[in-house]
């Protein structure tokens, strides 16, 4: 069965109501064109960070995922199957984390494991990542810096996700801006990380991304529906705007897989990683397998079987 699907590149902001607003257009829009599953944004609801200088000041409002804004966002949504960023209220703890609703309440919610640079001032990581039933498919979620390390996108598809949604608020390059944003590096890193993962994993991807300026951040947009095969079957460049595509989820997948399956072909018993590493002194040779100057000690820290 096709699905229509959907990925965002939008701004947003501090103003929880202005937020809300576009929301509310975007899925308005989605829905008028067919869409089933629609992805939003990291911290749509509320923005994300001025700066990753780690000032406690700048945590956007933390939210409820039982509260009236998450059930809000699930009233929107109604029938179709919506993914949006916020900060989640848990305790005294605050967590950058994704929810999945539907018109019926929150199907999944993942807080986010990775945090790069001075993200952690901010928020508590998340410990985790797994895939849950939705009535487009199975489905894993998670967020921005969560994409750079393999295991997160593997431990999803291990757990049969079928599609997996990637909401970040990924800026360009601080430290050598390109001119053109299309051009900067950190652009070309977002989209390599969302080819790779759904090619390495043969899964659908949804990357929703912020896009414009908030503070001192200038986000590269670059939203984007991406195939089994690592093809991008529809992107925003780094202008606002909606990705669309038409995908058989089974179909495709079923196909990617048939000759050549990662997830079937593995050999976990290949992948003990060392629990430590230690930096090899100026000079040293490592012979793999040899008792050379690295000591590694092995440990079962391998994913699933």
Not at 24 to 47: F, H, K, T, Y
Not at 107 to 131: I, M, N, T
Not at 146 to 157: G, I
Request: proline share 8%; net charge negative; with cysteine.
């Amino acid at each position: 069965m096709t699905i229509r699907m959907a990925a965002v590149a939008a701004p947003f902001d501090r103003d929880l109501e202005g937020c809300f607003t576009r929301v509310e257009r975007l899925v308005a829009d989605a829905r008028a064109a067919g869409v089933r599953l629609l992805a939003l944004p990291e911290a749509c609801l509320g923005g994300y960070l001025h700066n990753m200088d780690g000032d406690p000041s700048d945590a956007p409002p933390a939210l409820d995922p039982g509260g009236p804004e998450i059930r809000r966002l699930a009233a929107l949504a109604g029938d179709m199957v919506v993914c949006a960023g916020f900060c989640e209220a848990a305790g005294e703890l605050r967590y950058n984390s994704v929810a999945c609703v539907t018109g019926d309440g929150v199907l999944g919610l993942h807080r986010k494991v990775h945090q790069p640079l001075s993200e952690d001032a901010l928020f508590a990581a998340g410990d985790g990542f797994a895939a849950f039933d939705t009535p487009v498919g199975r489905l894993g979620m998670m967020i921005c810096y969560d994409k750079a390390f393999p295991e997160s996108a593997r431990t999803l598809a291990l757990h049969g996700a079928e599609i997996v949604v990637c909401a970040s608020a990924w800026p360009a390059s601080r430290t050598d801006p390109a001119p053109d944003l299309a051009d900067d590096r950190w652009t070309r890193r977002f989209d390599l990380f969302d080819q790779a993962r759904a090619l390495e994993n043969q899964v659908i991807w949804l990357s929703a991304n912020q896009s414009g300026t908030f503070g001192t951040l200038r986000f590269v947009g670059s939203a984007k529906i991406v195939g089994p095969g690592g093809e991008i079957l529809s992107r925003t460049g780094v202008e606002p705007g909606t990705a669309v595509a038409d995908v058989d989820v089974p179909a495709m997948l079923t196909t990617a897989r048939r000759s050549m399956s990662h997830l079937r072909d593995r050999r976990p018993t290949a992948y003990l990683a060392p629990a430590s590493v230690p930096a090899p002194a100026p000079g040293a040779v490592v012979a793999p397998g040899g008792s050379g100057a690295v000591d590694v000690q092995a440990g079962p820290a391998y994913l699933g079987s």
